[in-house]
C-alpha cells in the first residue's frame, strides 16, 4: 500500500507537501492517504494526484509495476505488461473514486470512518 501525510482542510481537499487531492472528505485533521498500486489510473475520472515521472518499472510478466515519487514518498503504481512505459516517462496519475483509505497520522493509526464520499 502506498500511504501519503497530508492533512485534510475540511473543504474536502487533502494538502500533502506536494500540493493538494480533492477528495471530498470534510473533515479538518492530519491524515495518512492509503491506497493500493491497483487502485491508481492513467486515466479516468478520479482525485488527480499530481505530475510525476516514473522512476523505475520493473517487469512482472503480465504485468508491470511502476514506481514514482510524491510528496517525497515512493508510490507504486500497476502498469499492463505492454504499456511501452519507461523510467523518465511523465506521468499523471488518478485515484479509482472511493478506492482508498484515510488512517490517523498519530501513534494510534486507525481508520478513519468518512460519511459516503
Request: aromatic share 6%.
Amino acid at each position: 500500500m502506498n500511504f501519503l501525510a497530508g492533512e485534510l482542510n475540511g473543504a474536502g481537499a487533502l494538502r500533502h507537501r506536494g500540493g493538494q487531492i480533492e477528495l471530498g472528505a470534510t473533515a479538518a485533521r492530519r491524515v495518512l492517504l492509503g491506497f493500493r498500486p491497483h487502485d491508481i489510473l492513467l486515466d479516468g475520472d478520479g482525485p488527480q494526484l499530481g505530475a510525476a515521472v516514473l522512476e523505475a518499472v520493473e517487469q512482472m510478466g503480465h504485468e508491470s509495476l511502476g514506481y514514482f515519487q510524491l510528496a517525497g514518498a515512493r508510490c507504486a503504481i500497476r502498469l499492463p505488461a505492454d504499456s511501452g512505459l519507461a523510467p523518465g516517462n511523465a506521468i499523471e496519475p488518478r485515484l479509482r473514486r472511493g478506492a482508498w483509505s484515510l488512517f490517523a497520522d498519530d501513534a494510534s493509526a486507525r481508520r478513519i470512518e468518512l460519511p459516503e464520499r
